[in-house]
């Protein structure tokens, strides 16, 4: 992790291939302000961890429970927390970023996989085919 450059290498990820992911702003920051909360006890590697199980290991953090806690207090129903990768997707293209630039911050590893989380909003298009019409004139 180099937070100076705002960048994250993840080794063990869903699809098996390690990738080095970009952060915002906002993400380097909560991660520098979890870091920075107190040293991460040295049986673990994890920022975000769990108590020791029966067995002695530490775990990465289970925010299932918060999560649930959180829709419950907002009063939402049938949101997965997956839904968000969607959503994030979905706002990156929307953003401007082509296709490889979403799936290497999204770890997908085929355009047809990308294509599946991305929801493209026609309402979204026009302002950018006005753009690229006004830009040849």
């Known amino acids: 992790m180099d937070l100076d450059r705002r960048i994250v290498r993840l080794t063990e990820t869903k699809n098996g291939s390690a990738r080095t992911v970009p952060l915002n ?8 302000q979890a870091m920075d909360f107190g040293a991460a006890p ?9 108590e020791p ?15 649930t806690q959180a829709l419950k207090a907002a009063r939402i129903s049938g949101l997965r927390f997956h839904d968000l990768r969607h959503e994030a997707v979905s706002r990156l293209v929307e953003g401007g970023l082509n296709d490889q630039e979403v799936a290497a911050i999204s ?19 026009v302002g950018r085919l006005d753009r690229i019409n006004r830009s040849r004139v």
């Open 53 to 67: 199980g029966r067995d002695g290991r530490r775990r990465p953090y289970c925010f299932h429970p918060a999560w």
């Open 107 to 125: 770890g997908h590893k085929s355009m047809q996989m990308l294509k599946r989380y991305t929801h493209l909003r026609a309402e979204d298009l």
């Open 25 to 32: 702003r906002e993400a380097a920051a909560v991660l520098e």
């Open 42 to 50: 040295e049986d673990t590697p994890l920022i975000f961890f769990g």
